[in-house]
Each structure stands twice: as structure tokens, then as C-alpha cells.
């Protein structure tokens, strides 16, 4: 009777160390990138990428044209981030860097690769800050990354005042900045909120060369006018005419809540107070109290 065989490991550690030295390197590459804007060229080796990752199989075809072939050219992602693929697939480990590492998540993303997905999707719940999350917010929302989203919406409902402040929640896609402005748990003033907003706006109309109104017009619903007092709606309104931000009927909702001081008066006016809401005289007559 035959004696069954037995599998045996080495070392792991000098077996990736040798191959990590495989990545970028001239020797034995039978294929050539072009990464990024920068253009950087790329070596590799198609049948490691072929076996490891579907994307580079289909990418690559079954075999290399005759003579040199030409570089394969992927402008969209960085050089960083795509040497950063290039590891985890030449090794099954990656070193992540916070300034990169959604870069190389929006690649492996796009590449099919979810084990580094995963391990970028933990990487950055760990590293996440008031800098990054708006960041963070808008590649959950273009790659439908549920998880990541409510962890960022979670955060900057914590430190919304300190977000609201930063670069990054000036460039979210109206799409990406919804789920905030829909949100009852923003630690942050209305007064505040829309400030915020319109800033939001112009930064998006000096972009899209498009008009500020029609760059809020997606988002703008979502603010809570009538949680304004009525000197502050005054302001709003005076403010609103010289640059339009607000549709004017939403303006006149939140004026028909204080007429008849019932947070119900106009269905589609929202008068629910947020985390953040400094209190008002009249809130006390709004029927839809902070919950």
C-alpha cells in the first residue's frame, strides 16, 4: 500500500522577499506599463499576473505578441498605487500608506482583487481622520462600498464642524454629500450647515463653470430652513437674492412654519432638529423635536 504523501512549508519570509524583488525589475519582464499621468513605465511578469488576478488574464491575453511588445497603458492610477498592486500580487502582502492607500483601494476595486480590498477597507477605518474622510466618503459612494460609507458618515457626524472646514467636503459629489445633509445626527448648527453648503457651491460652480443655484439644486432640499430663526431667514433670504442658492418656495415653506408655528404646517418643509442644533425661541412650537 502506498505511503500518502505529506506537504511541507518552508520559509515564507525569503520566498516573498524574492519575489518583491521581482517587482519593477527588467530581469525576465515580458510585459511593459505606462502608469499615471506621470507616465512612468512598469515592468512585470504576465503569467504571475495572469494567474493571480483575472483583470491582467483578460487584460494581457493568453500570450505575447512576436519582438518587443508595446507598453500597456493605464493612465488612471497612480504610480504609487499601482506598485502597491504589483506587491500584493507578486506576494500576498502589501505595505499601505495612509496618503495612498485609497488609491490602491480604488484600484484593487477596479482590478477585482477583494482580498486587498478588504485589507485597504480596514487600513483606512484605522487611519481615519477629519483630512481623510471626505475622501474616504467619496470612493464608498462611486464604488457602492456600504460598509466604508456609514463608518464615514458616523465619523463626520462626530466631528462635523472640524469637517465642514476642510478641503476634502468642498470637492464631495453632490451624491456623496446627501447622505450628510440628510443626516439628523451632524453635530453641527443649521446656520452653520448652510454655510457650508454654499461654500460647498461654488467651489462646484467655479469647477463645472455652471450657475450656483443649479450646482445645489441636487442637495439643497436637504437643508432644514425652518430651524433658522426669523432674523437669520431674513438674512438667508436677503443673502439668497443677491446670489441665488435656495429655490425661493423652499424659502416660503420654512416662512409658513414660523406663520403658523406647527413643524408640520408644510409637509415638505424639514423642522427636524439635528444633534447639533443650537435652540431657538421657536422651536418649541416645532412638533418633530431631536429624537
Known amino acids: 500500500m502506498e505511503t500518502p504523501g505529506l506537504v511541507v512549508h518552508g520559509e515564507a519570509e525569503p520566498f516573498s522577499t524574492a519575489l518583491r524583488s521581482l517587482v519593477n525589475n527588467r530581469l525576465y519582464s515580458d510585459v511593459r506599463f505606462v502608469v499615471g499621468q506621470e507616465r512612468q513605465e512598469v515592468f512585470a511578469h504576465r503569467c504571475l499576473l495572469a494567474c493571480r488576478c483575472n483583470f491582467f488574464q483578460r487584460l494581457l491575453g493568453q500570450e505575447p505578441g512576436p519582438g518587443v511588445p508595446s507598453p500597456v497603458v493605464l493612465s488612471t492610477v497612480p504610480a504609487e498605487a499601482f506598485l502597491a498592486v504589483l506587491e500584493f500580487l507578486y506576494t500576498n502582502s502589501i505595505k499601505l500608506q495612509r496618503h495612498s492607500v485609497l488609491e490602491v483601494l480604488t484600484a484593487a476595486v477596479e482590478y477585482g482583487l477583494e482580498e486587498l480590498r478588504e485589507l485597504c477597507l480596514e487600513f483606512v477605518v484605522k487611519v481615519l481622520d477629519v483630512e481623510l474622510v471626505c475622501e474616504a466618503l467619496q470612493v464608498a459612494v462611486t464604488f457602492g462600498l456600504g ?7 458616523a465619523f463626520i457626524e462626530a466631528h462635523s464642524q472640524e469637517t465642514l472646514r476642510t478641503r476634502g467636503f468642498l470637492e464631495l459629489s453632490a451624491p456623496a454629500l446627501l447622505p450628510l445633509l440628510r443626516s439628523d445626527n ?49 438674512a438667508l433670504e436677503e443673502q439668497n437674492r443677491r446670489e441665488p442658492l435656495i429655490p425661493v418656495e423652499q424659502i416660503v415653506e420654512a416662512w409658513k412654519c414660523h406663520a403658523l408655528r406647527r413643524g408640520d404646517a408644510a409637509r415638505d418643509a424639514p423642522c427636524r432638529r439635528r444633534r447639533g442644533t443650537l435652540p431657538r425661541e421657536h422651536h418649541r412650537f416645532l412638533d418633530l423635536p431631536f429624537k
Open 147 to 153: 460598509p466604508l460609507q456609514e463608518h464615514c458618515i
Open 186 to 234: 451632524l453635530c453641527v448648527d443649521e446656520a452653520e450647515l448652510v454655510l457650508a453648503a454654499r461654500s460647498w457651491a461654488r467651489v462646484g460652480a467655479a469647477v463645472l463653470e455652471r450657475p450656483v443655484a443649479e450646482v445645489a439644486a441636487p442637495v439643497v432640499r436637504e437643508l432644514r430652513l425652518a430651524l433658522l430663526a426669523p432674523a437669520e431667514l431674513s
